[in-house]
């Protein structure tokens, strides 16, 4: 998790560096306070709506507990209802209805 974040600074860093890369505002907001965008008009449990990102196209989640799971930090990926895994295991994609598998 501490790696996460650090590469995730470092990337806004990048992003502010070169003019015309950045993130929109709202999506800044949102990774400020460690929230994640989601697909979802509505967050899932354990999160709460914070706002919005990418220009209002997808819904800010912030976590309410810190005891959450997100799939590709965890070492998932995030498939389509119709792709079987080998492996399925604990972590919210940012898509209703995707799953985390940690083999396809």
Not at 43 to 71: L, M, Q, W
Not at 92 to 98: A, E, K, N
Request: with cysteine.
């Amino acid at each position: 998790m501490k790696f996460f974040s650090c590469l995730m600074a470092l990337l806004l860093f990048l992003l502010q560096a070169v003019p015309g890369l950045g993130l929109p505002k709202d999506t800044l907001r949102c990774l400020e306070y460690h929230g994640y965008c989601f697909h979802l008009k509505s967050c899932p449990e354990p999160f709460a709506a914070f706002g919005t990102c990418y220009r209002r196209r997808k819904t800010c989640c912030v976590d309410t507990t810190s005891n959450y799971h997100i799939c590709q930090e965890d070492g998932g990926h995030c498939v389509p209802p119709e792709i079987r895994c080998v492996q399925e295991q604990v972590g919210l994609c940012p898509r209703r209805g995707w799953k985390c598998c940690t083999e396809v």
